[in-house]
């Protein structure tokens, strides 16, 4: 978690000493808009830069709350993982209400800006909490819960056949293996997925939007070794009955 | 006539006696001793009979518990997988 906090601390300085040297200041793209549809820029007037903060920030709250929610309902995501995601969007629902407030207070446009910018830089709550903390949850089923029942299951199919060779088709043989090759692929690509997914930071993120791609892929490949996995376990069982 | 019967009951008194006496009736006896313990072998071989179906559909059920419990983790896990791309998605941050 700290590597988290740290991670915005030291973002946020930079942000701040990039927008103070005004280097990069118009160069970055808007990144809302107003309600009348106008984009968000370092030359928009303070109004509307708080306009479009007052929305950035409420958009997130709510997420936020809705994924607090959800992580405190779910029964896949570990105990270790689940308090470091609570932790996280604990501290970025903290961190919308307080620029929420500050943006509102705000006088000047630049400091708005500021501010506003450090909404997506400082929290990334889309693109990286929320992100990761979904990555981590279904990891985390599949390694700790849809993976050992799989094995489990694949156990008991192996002893069943050893003891029923009459029963044991080339067929069902061959399922069995998928089940046990689709099982292991699982294996493979949810170990770590979950650590992997939630130490990514949003400066990561600010340096490589793609950061959290591969952890999707492997989190959806796994997903779907699962899912096969389990529609073998199904056809075997039924040819037994 | 007395003495035709005397000739017919010693002839079959003798012949209890010589199978009470010699043994003979422990052969005749083995099966019903083997009946006695028999319990344990009958009804192993009863057992054979039926237990197995009965292994065999334990056997299928906690199979299929097993991929129940896989089912539902599979599925939430997609759910899971599902929220996080739609918050990837949200789009508005550059």
């Known amino acids: ?30 990144t809302a808009a107003t309600s009348d549809g106008t984009p968000v820029t370092a030359h928009s007037s303070l109004s509307a830069i708080q306009q479009a903060g007052a929305a950035a920030t409420a958009k997130r709250i709510t997420s936020l709350n809705t994924g607090i929610g959800k992580v405190n309902a779910t029964k896949t995501l570990n105990a270790a993982d689940k308090s470091t995601v609570l932790a996280t969007l604990n501290a970025d629902l903290s961190g919308m209400k307080t620029l929420q407030s500050k943006i509102a207070a ?12 450090s909404i997506f830089t400082d929290y990334r709550v ?116 | 006539m007395i003495g035709r019967t005397s000739r017919v009951v010693v002839p079959v008194v003798t012949l209890a006696l010589l199978v009470a006496l010699t043994g003979c009736g422990k052969l005749g006896a083995q099966p019903g001793t083997g009946s006695v313990g028999a319990p344990g072998v009958g009804g192993t071989t009863g ?13 299928i059920t906690g199979i299929t518990q097993d991929l129940d419990s896989a089912d539902a983790a599979n599925t939430e896990a997609g759910s899971n997988a599902d929220a996080g791309d739609q918050a990837g998605a949200t789009g508005d941050e550059p």
């Open chain 1, 1 to 30: 978690m700290s590597r988290f906090l740290t991670s915005r601390v030291l973002t946020g300085v930079a942000t701040v000493g990039v927008l103070t040297l005004g280097s990069l200041a118009c160069a970055l793209p808007a």
């Open chain 1, 106 to 117: 705000d006088t000047t446009a630049a400091t708005a800006w500021t501010d506003y910018r």
């Open chain 1, 126 to 241: 889309y693109a990286v909490a929320l992100r990761q903390s979904y990555i981590a949850a279904a990891a985390d089923g599949l390694t700790d819960t849809a993976i050992p029942k799989l094995q489990a299951a694949a156990t008991k199919i192996s002893t069943y056949f050893a003891a029923h060779p009459d029963k044991v088709t080339p067929d069902l043989q061959a399922k069995l293996a998928d089940m046990q090759a689709k099982t292991a692929d699982a294996v493979t690509k949810t170990t770590g997925l979950a650590a992997a997914a939630l130490a990514v930071t949003p400066a990561a993120y600010n340096a490589n939007h793609a950061i959290l791609t591969d952890d999707r892929a492997a989190a959806r490949d796994a997903l779907a070794d699962s899912k096969a996995a389990a529609q073998d376990g199904r056809a075997i069982a039924a040819a037994l009955k």
């Open chain 2, 47 to 59: 057992t054979s009979s039926s237990a197995p179906a009965a292994d065999d559909s334990g056997a």
